[in-house]
């Protein structure tokens, strides 16, 4: 059993730890408001080319994951039974399946934009103009970073499950799957503001 | 009275003997050792850099070594001193060796993400010190890595701001560590206006590290992704702006300075009422300045891009904002020499590095605000001033808050001490040799000496031979201290718990600690600077 002080000190660390990452983001986000706000027409003939029906579907896949994720933790905190680790751990799973559609979903995207001839340098985007090299280049730059954010939490939640299953976490300390929770809710939350910015500029 | 205390905490091997018992260990001060090791390692590399620069400008031609040299000289000595040695050093030396026991506690609140944020800051400069091996060449592009001459250089530029990224991290976890521990990890009794003033140093900067490291840890990345994809969001060819860079990297770089100098400040504000045997002037108003200076410190970053393009607006009120954080650092100055008066003033080796930090950073205040102020900075930008004005800062500043805190704490950390009377001399050597190196400097960056440049005009050759000439007396000062250290630890007398009569907690344990400090966690009554009576002690 853990004690109360650890498991605070733990989610305050986490929450310190998630307000790192933001700013990490928050950099980008200056600079994607910078630019757009140079070259409003560019980003907005740019945005264009992007699928709005991937995006959708993967902002739609990855907020039923923090919901799946959410009822996982909420099952594991709300009675302590061999029942709600097993259900706990399907939830998760369930999470973890999710995040690798998305990663799916995303691949499909990057890939149709290479097969345009769209990434950072391609002789096709050096001959747009300079507002459009922008939006692409913090697509990539911004997307990729949050792919590989997917990347560690999917790693993460899934040595949560690893855990769960062995029973080293549990309803008896649930602590970490709260703080891997709160990782994914913050992934989730970054790609809520990635979404509207690059496909819904009007 | 320590009759049946538990071993020190260097012999008590834990679970791992050996060299695996150190580099594996979570004991918060084990990794504070290897912190100390790791950072007067590398402080020693870059010293040795720095005097190599400083005999190139023995003549106006140079000779000693090569243009292209030279470039890689300042920067690595740039790059080692600010992001391996300065940055880290006392949240992650002293940080983890005392601020446990400061506020009572067995250990930091997360003992493995401290190894891990130790493995993060070795890994950082094993990679960091690769780059200049590795790729065409070794960095050579100033500790700012400025674009666009980043981009375009052709050294390997990726791997070493990789290896900065790295202790970034390192810095962002130590951080995350420090602001946990100083919420959970306090005593019974320990509110947080009974904390020493070092703990609130301490503390603030870990706020600043946390809250500024990422901006440049997104930035560096960037960098690594204009060189590997040429993305294009700094490149001008590409419409990307350069001066956004600068924004970046200075919103980071300039907090950078606080998480620098605070943590001496907090020790400095230690240092004061034990050697003035009196309470502090005003605990409060320097407690809370350190989180001024944190929070209006962070807002001042566009004072370094004056000459860069800038909009007016902007420049004005960065340098509205820079003349703020004055405000609270000269709260601090006058509380600690208002402690000293009608004090009982002792003047130990620890206390004369204090004293020497208050006229250095003194100097080093002011001429910021020169720097600062619009009109002046335009005449001294990128000269010789801004050189000599951040070693006042840095090197005067947290160094010497570092050199204190070594003299402080020496005698708890390892039981022994060292000679009082070579520290002394050491200390007057180290004084005079650093006034006539960098206040040199001042002079000719004000008559017009662009910095990074390794030859220059024949009629500065006096000024730069006497500023050559200081560095060799500082640098012998230094070794006469790291040595009589160094003589100390291995042949020194046997310290008392309480050599200097400290009232905070890490003096009420025996010298070294034990592995766990306290055999009881304390219940503390009262504030950080009550002084009982001398004939009371033991």
Known sequence: MESPEHSTGARIGMWLFLLSEILLFGGLFLLYAT????????????????????????????????????????????????????????????????????LVVKGFEWAAKFRHGLYPSSPVLLARPPGEILYFGLYFAMTGLHALHVIVGLCVLSTMLALLLRGSVGPERVAPVENAGLYWHLVDIIWIFLFPLFYLIS | MHAHAAAPWYTDEGRR????????????????????????????????LGVLMRIQSLRPEGGFVAPQTYNVLFSVHGIIQIFLVVIPAIPTIFGNFFLPILIGGRDMAFPRLNLFSWWLYMTGAVVVLL???????????????????SLRTTVNVPLAVFGVFLLGMSSILTGVNIVTTTHQMRAPGMGFFRMPLSVWGLYSTAWVQILATPVIGITLVLIIMERLFGVGVFDPAKGGDPLLYQHLFWIYSHPAV???????????????????????????????????????????????????????????????LTFLVAVPSAIKVFNWVATLYKGSIKVDPPFLYALGFIALFLIGGLTGLVLGALSPDVHVHDTYFVVGHFHYVIFGGMGFGLFAALHYWFPKMFGKMYNF??????????FVGFNVFYMTMLILGWAGMPRRYYSYLPQFAPLQRISSIGSYIMVGGLAMMFGNLIHGFLRGKKAPDNPWGGATLEWQIPSPPSAENFEE??????????????????
């Not at chain 1, 029906?53 to 993967?58: M, Q």
């Not at chain 2, 907090?266 to 605990?283: A, H, M, T």
């Open chain 2, 17 to 48: 003997p050996g060299i695996r018992g150190w580099i594996f260990s979570t004991n918060h001060k084990r990794i504070g050792i290897l912190y100390l090791v790791a950072v007067l390692s590398f402080f020693a590399v870059a010293v040795v």
């Open chain 2, 131 to 149: 780059s200049l091996a590795l790729g065409k060449g070794p960095v050579d592009t100033g500790w700012t890595f400025y674009v666009p001459y």
């Open chain 2, 521 to 538: 966690i304390p219940t503390v009554t009262g504030g950080p600077y009550v002084f009982s009576k001398p004939e009371e002690k033991d």
């Open chain 1, 35 to 102: 630019y757009r706000w140079k070259h409003p027409g560019d980003f907005h003939a740019a945005s264009q080319e992007l699928s709005r029906l991937d995006g959708t579907l993967n902002t739609a896949i990855l907020l039923t994951s923090s919901l799946t994720m959410a009822l996982s933790i909420f099952t594991l905190s709300r009675e302590r039974s061999a029942r709600s680790t097993r259900r706990a751990s399907l939830f998760l799973g369930a999470t973890i399946l999710m995040g690798c559609a998305f």
């Open chain 2, 258 to 320: 606080y998480i620098m100098i605070l943590p001496a400040m907090g020790i400095i504000s230690d240092l004061f009422p034990v050697f003035s045997r009196k309470n502090i002037v005003g605990y409060k108003t320097v407690a809370f300045s350190s989180l001024a200076i944190a929070s209006v410190g962070s807002l001042v970053w566009g004072h370094h891009m004056f000459v860069s393009g800038q909009s007016d607006t902007a420049s004005i009120v960065f340098s509205l």
């Open chain 2, 421 to 430: 009377k070579f520290a002394t001399v050491a200390f007057l050597v180290l």
